[in-house]
């Protein structure tokens, strides 16, 4: 499906209800499998990935199937390889063709010394992985911080099961440290005996516990930096609501707001959600910012900056190339299109911004099977007439609504 984008006559506005957050959905789940505990989940995220981790965790529970496909969900990935580790049966784990081109030996070489029963279907070091689940003996191991904080965190949240606890030593810089840290604060509001001591992480033998009937999913501030980029391209004292947002927030994109602020948004945080609104115009006419705890909101600010004609040098982008697809090469394809040539590395991507030469009159992104891909690209359509986004329902991954949210706040699309 190829979606056109039209540009609204009149300025965007409206109340949207983001969906829950993928990354606090996929880790409750987690907790509620591995200790059984009995509490209902509001606001669960809607997207792909987790659901194919809830449908993972039935399937499993329900021992009516002994090979697991997760798809393109890397999440998924990492923590069910930790979690079915350590519990009993004989389960193939695999993904999608894009998924078997992802390294996870790193984890597994961690569970492997910890007592895991792990093996290499085809490629040593990539999915299908072949797991025989078994209590694991737990203990003292040491990771690589600079390679994925989602190996740290299907490390963590299994680590209450393992005899001996985990003392964890993290070597390198971590990256994506946030989402570390929100992996320990919900283990902790769980019960778990977890502590972060410079580079050692301890987790004492604890299992979960939870006195509530329920717990609730903050809404998803990966999902709120489409619209800070739709308000930065609007017309000054433009207003969009966002529900479900907490200023007090685990996760790591809510720094969007401090970023945004650069293009003149300002957030006002209300009662459980956020006003956004268009006050200045751009502050800042060049940018620097390093990403490296928030990769995931990198494509939607590049995007931003280079419709408002800003220079910018971004780094600590280096997780970006093995994400659903290289995200850092798919952009410089894409934004080529516009007449954008943009400079990059391993891990950085900037831009000395010159006035773009181009003779498109359609500009077709394709999407390389990534969802954020997607969603960064179509804010422009506020600025660039005749926008069409390839392979459009790719946004089901992390927001299945997120066209008919447009549709809501005054952007209109067809099918071409």
């Known amino acids: ?46 997207s792909d990935d987790t659901n194919h981790l809830l449908h993972a965790f039935e399937s499993i529970q329900g021992n009516t199937s002994n090979v697991i496909d997760i798809g393109h969900a890397g999440t998924d990935m990492r923590f069910l390889t930790a979690y079915l580790s350590s519990r009993s049966g004989n389960v193939e784990l695999t993904g999608s063709e894009r998924m078997q081109q992802r390294p996870i030996k790193e984890l597994v070489d961690v569970l492997q010394l910890l007592g ?35 190996f740290i965190s299907a490390l963590l949240l299994v680590a209450p099961y393992f005899e001996k606890g985990l003392e964890l030593t993290i070597e ?23 502590d972060w001591n410079q580079n050692i992480i301890t987790v004492k033998p604890v299992p979960y516990s939870y006195s509530k009937p329920e717990y609730t999913v903050e809404s998803d501030w990966s999902a709120a930096s489409y ?24 996760q790591a994109d809510s720094v969007c707001a401090d970023i945004y602020k650069s293009f003149g948004v300002e957030t006002e945080y209300l009662d459980n959600k956020i006003k956004l609104s268009k006050t200045k115009l751009l502050i800042d006419d060049k940018l620097n910012y390093d990403f490296i705890d928030c990769p995931d909101i990198a494509q939607t600010v590049v995007c931003t900056s280079l419709a408002l004609k ?38 950085s991507i900037s831009y000395n911004y010159l006035e773009p030469q181009t003779s498109n009159n359609t500009f077709y992104i394709a999407t390389y099977n990534d969802h954020r891909m997607a969603m960064a690209f179509a804010p422009l359509c506020l600025v660039f007439e005749n926008i069409v986004i390839e392979d459009a329902e790719v946004v089901s991954k992390s927001y299945p609504e997120f066209w008919n949210d447009l549709k809501r706040i005054g952007i209109f699309y067809k099918s071409v």
Do not use: C, W
């Open 1 to 46: 499906m190829n979606l056109q984008l039209h540009k609204p006559t009149n300025a965007i506005q409206g109340t949207i209800k983001l969906p829950g957050s993928k990354s606090i959905s996929n880790r409750v789940l987690m907790i509620k499998a591995l200790s059984g505990l009995n509490f209902s989940i509001n606001n669960l995220s809607d």
């Open 227 to 250: 619209f800070f980029s739709l308000i930065a391209l609007s017309k000054l004292n433009t207003e969009l609501k966002l529900n479900g947002l907490f200023q007090k927030s685990l």
């Open 172 to 194: 390198k810089n971590v990256v994506s440290k946030p989402y570390i840290n929100m992996t320990i604060d919900m283990m902790k509001e769980f019960g778990a005996s977890v």
């Open 310 to 347: 800003t220079s910018f040098n971004f780094t600590g982008l280096q997780t970006l190339k093995v994400k659903e697809t290289d995200r850092i090469l798919a952009l410089k394809n894409e934004v080529n299109k516009f007449g954008f040539d943009i400079d990059v590395t391993l891990s």
């Open 116 to 150: 895991a029963d792990i093996t290499y279907k085809n490629n040593e070091g990539y999915p299908p992985l072949l797991i025989k689940g078994k209590k694991i003996a737990g203990g003292k191991t040491v990771i690589n911080g600079n390679v994925s904080s989602q």
